[in-house]
């Protein structure tokens, strides 16, 4: 095996080696990283390398060598504390698999359906917050939705109604747990918070465990279902284990989600020919709807949506590194990464690569039209939800409610963005600067011009 390790990049200090300019902003580092090195290069944070990877290969690579060569569990320590140490990742693997049965089948395409009304009525209960004209900050305004949506349908109607602002205050105490840097046994503030947060919410949860049992729903919503939810042997899954799970799927699809979907809609309103695009689009599907009557069928109906948001995920992955930990000495185009380090890939650099994509700086959602003959569609180059058996576990989920919440506000409102669009600094979700306002005003739906597009575009495919 090699002894050459990851060329290093330039810059660091001795002992805390890239720490601060990674802080501050570690899209700019891992630029920094591909130009002047290629695609595998490291870098150093406090004595520990970090391995990077870029590109549609090095991708495969990970993905498929994730708890072999390479581990997710020790590379997310912080998960331990938030949750516990027999839990999903950090469980064995044939437990992990079990655990992940639990939630997949309810995640699929077909299980989608019972969502969508759910994502419809939050996203219009925000436009009755949002009244006929004014200004609203992205991540304020979107995340509180996307949590509205996440309690309404994992935890059920009554629930949301009665804890929903509590659970709100809790869960965002609870996330405070993720720490990268410092000691997890240090009693830091956050640290604190977010253990008494884990507590109480454990306790909330099981009281509606407990109430649910006693006056079972029917038809069974998701959390009825969680509950009576068995193993493929026939044994029931263990209250904890709800709780767990139900934790996990909040704290996995909230922050990620909020903050995708205001890049979304941020990239949107910066490209007026492809706000037209859209615009068409949900008046043929929609005609002069507020968005109440949008279902299952109308949504998938929405492919230019689904385009424009594949397109935000390449140019703004707020999931802009992944993180593993080399679990042996693994050799990789004549280097060596050594037992212990850190291996990261990089959605965020990858995805912007020449190499993969023509013009990668500009937004250009058809570059995903399978329709084209010029599609960018190669395997592993797109993976703002990650791949492999860790691929994300709610990513139609992400998607249906993304394109539910844009579709609302486009229906009901013309929008302008009042600040300049820059990425959140430092090392957490990436996410679009606060403040990053959008002004709003409500727009005069005209069924009558719907119908005369869906008619006009009939004829077209006609002929
Ligand atoms: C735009 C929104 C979202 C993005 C960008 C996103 C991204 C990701 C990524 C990149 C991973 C893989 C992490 C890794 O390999 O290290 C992941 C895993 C996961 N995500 Fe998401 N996610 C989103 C929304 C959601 C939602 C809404 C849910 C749940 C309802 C969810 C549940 C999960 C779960 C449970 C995993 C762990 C999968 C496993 O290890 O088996 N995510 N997500």
């Given at each position: 095996?090699?002894?050459?390790?990851?060329?290093?990049?330039?810059?660091?200090?001795p002992?805390?080696g890239?720490?601060?300019?990674?802080f501050?902003?570690?899209?700019?580092?891992?630029?920094?990283?591909?130009?002047?090195?290629?695609?595998?290069?490291?870098?150093n944070i406090?004595g520990?390398?970090?391995n990077?990877?870029?590109?549609?290969e090095?991708?495969?690579f990970f993905f498929?060598?994730?708890?072999?060569?390479?581990?997710?569990?020790?590379?997310m320590p912080?998960f331990?504390?938030?949750f516990?140490?027999?839990f999903?990742?950090f469980?064995?693997?044939d437990e992990y698999?079990?655990?992940?049965a639990v939630i997949?089948?309810r995640?699929?395409?077909?299980?989608?359906k019972?969502?969508v009304g759910?994502m419809?009525e939050e996203?219009?209960?925000l436009?009755n917050?949002?009244?006929?004209?004014?200004?609203?900050?992205l991540?304020?305004?979107?995340?509180?939705?996307?949590?509205?949506?996440?309690?309404?349908?994992?935890?059920?109607k009554?629930?949301?109604?009665?804890l929903g602002?509590?659970?709100f205050?809790?869960?965002?105490?609870?996330?405070?747990?993720?720490e990268?840097?410092l000691?997890l046994?240090?009693?830091?503030p956050?640290?604190?918070k977010?253990?008494r947060?884990?507590r109480?919410?454990?306790?909330?949860?099981q009281?509606w465990?407990?109430?649910r049992?006693?006056?079972p729903?029917?038809?069974?919503?998701?959390?009825?279902?969680m509950?009576?939810?068995k193993?493929?042997?026939?044994?029931?899954?263990?209250?904890?284990?709800?709780?767990h799970?139900?934790l996990?799927?909040?704290?996995?699809g909230?922050?990620?989600t909020?903050?995708?979907?205001s890049?979304a809609?941020a990239?949107?309103?910066?490209?007026?020919?492809?706000e037209?695009?859209?615009?068409?689009e949900?008046?043929l599907v929609?005609?002069?709807d507020?968005g109440?009557?949008?279902?299952?069928e109308?949504?998938?109906?929405?492919q230019?949506m689904?385009l424009?948001l594949r397109e935000?995920e390449?140019?703004?992955?707020v999931a802009?590194?992944?993180?593993?930990?080399?679990?042996?000495?693994?050799?990789?185009?004549g280097?060596?990464i050594r037992?212990?380090d850190?291996?990261l890939l990089?959605?965020s650099?990858?995805h912007?690569m020449?190499?993969?994509?023509i013009?990668?700086?500009?937004?250009n959602?058809?570059r995903?039209n399978a329709e084209?003959?010029?599609?960018?569609?190669?395997?592993n180059?797109?993976?703002?939800?990650?791949g492999?058996?860790?691929?994300?576990a709610?990513v139609?989920?992400?998607?249906m409610?993304m394109?539910?919440?844009?579709?609302?506000?486009l229906q009901?409102y013309?929008m302008?963005?009042?600040?300049?669009?820059?990425?959140?600094?430092?090392?957490?979700?990436?996410?679009p600067?606060?403040p990053?306002r959008?002004?709003?005003?409500k727009?005069?739906?005209?069924?009558?011009?719907?119908r005369?597009?869906?008619?006009?575009?009939?004829?077209?495919?006609?002929?």
């Open positions: 095996m090699s002894t050459a390790t990851l060329p290093p990049i330039d810059g660091g200090t002992v805390l890239h720490l601060l300019p990674f501050r902003d570690p899209v700019s580092v891992l630029r920094q990283g591909y130009q002047s090195r290629g695609k595998l290069f490291s870098f406090l520990r390398t970090m990077v990877m870029l590109g549609p090095h991708n495969r498929e060598e994730t708890d072999k060569l390479l581990s997710i569990r020790e590379s912080f331990l504390k938030m516990s140490p027999d999903y990742s469980a064995e693997m698999l079990r655990q992940r997949m089948p995640f699929k395409a077909a299980a989608m019972q969502y759910v419809v996203s219009l209960n436009v917050r949002l009244g006929s004209e004014g200004e609203f900050d991540i304020p305004t979107l995340g509180p939705v996307v949590m509205d949506i996440a309690a309404h349908s994992f935890m059920g009554e629930f949301h109604e009665k602002h509590e659970f205050e809790l869960f965002r105490e609870f996330s405070g747990g993720m990268f840097v000691p046994w240090l009693p830091t956050k640290m604190v977010s253990q947060a884990k109480k919410l454990h306790a909330i949860l009281g465990i407990e109430k049992r006693a006056a729903l029917d038809p069974p919503d998701f959390f009825q279902g509950i009576e939810s193993y493929p042997d026939g044994r029931p899954i263990p209250d904890e284990l709800i709780r799970l139900i996990l799927l909040v704290w996995a909230h922050e990620t909020a903050g995708q979907v890049w809609l990239d949107i309103l910066q490209n007026a020919d492809y037209t695009v859209l615009r068409d949900l008046r929609l005609g002069g507020d109440s009557s949008l279902g299952w109308q949504a998938v109906a929405m230019k689904d424009a935000t390449r140019l703004h992955p802009f590194i992944l993180s593993r930990k080399a679990s042996t000495d693994i050799e990789r185009e280097y060596t037992k212990g850190f291996v990089a959605p650099v990858t912007r020449t190499e993969t994509w013009e990668p700086d500009r937004y959602p058809e995903f084209r003959e010029d599609a960018q569609i190669e395997s180059s797109l993976v703002g939800f990650g492999g058996v860790h691929r994300c709610g139609n989920f992400a998607r409610e394109k539910i919440i844009l579709a609302v506000l009901n013309e302008e963005l009042l600040d300049e669009v820059r990425p959140i600094a430092g090392a957490g979700t990436y996410w600067a606060q990053c959008v002004r709003y005003r727009r005069a739906r005209n069924s009558e011009a719907g005369a597009l869906r008619n006009s575009q009939r004829q077209r495919a006609v002929r």
